[in-house]
């Protein structure tokens, strides 16, 4: 079982950051395709960046390049969420998830394992 848990969510002004983090077992920060999804109110789960701890490699969805960023902390087996220039239509609830896949992907039913989720408002 793997298990993931969300922190760093809360109430910033546009054009301001946060920074979530997302802890994860060890076996699954090395093992998983990690990423963070987001869903507003009445909306789907939407993909927002995905890492891959095989090759490195980052992907994010175009509304939030170059705002957005996605690291790991290997000593703290931590995800973590960089978001900067924040603007109202980012309001959402903030997930985390790991994949058994291969390579990052942006489908949610290919995640087999989610955190609670952290919320995130931008006020205008």
């Known amino acids: 079982q793997v298990q993931l848990v969300e922190s760093g969510g809360g109430l910033v002004q546009a054009g301001g950051s946060l920074r979530l983090s997302c802890v994860a077992s060890?076996?699954?920060?090395?093992?998983?395709?990690m990423g963070w999804f987001r869903q507003a109110p009445g909306k789907g789960r939407e993909f927002v960046a995905g890492?891959?701890?095989?090759?490195?490699?980052?992907s994010y969805t175009d509304s939030v390049k170059g705002r957005f960023i996605i690291s790991r902390d290997n000593a703290k087996a931590s995800l973590d969420l960089h978001m900067n220039s924040l603007q109202p239509e980012d309001t959402a609830m903030y997930y985390c998830?790991?994949?058994?896949?291969?390579?990052?992907?942006?489908?949610?039913?290919?995640?087999?394992?989610w955190g609670q989720g952290t919320q995130v408002t931008v006020s205008s």
């Open positions: 998830a790991a994949s058994s896949a291969t390579v990052v992907t942006t489908r949610p039913a290919q995640y087999n394992y």
């Open positions: 060890r076996r699954a920060f090395s093992e998983y395709i």
């Open positions: 890492l891959s701890p095989f090759s490195g490699g980052t």
